[in-house]
């Protein structure tokens, strides 16, 4: 069995979150994600958004 559940618990992985309650995800697929990714991780990286972001 599948538990799909509001995407919007996944927001603490954007630094601009959207809500998106319209959205599921599934439960055991993202926090397996989750368990494999730095503490600190949002998307976009804001080291890579500086970059891309920066006129040199």
């Known amino acids: 069995m599948t538990l799909l559940v509001p995407s919007d618990l996944y927001n603490g992985w954007f630094s601009v979150p959207v809500s998106t309650p319209h959205i599921e995800v599934n439960y055991e ?25 920066s006129n040199d």
Not at 35 to 52: F, G, Q, R, S
């Open 29 to 53: 697929i993202m926090n397996a994600l989750v368990e494999t990714l730095p503490k600190a991780y949002t998307l976009p990286d804001p080291e890579a958004m500086a970059i891309m972001c």
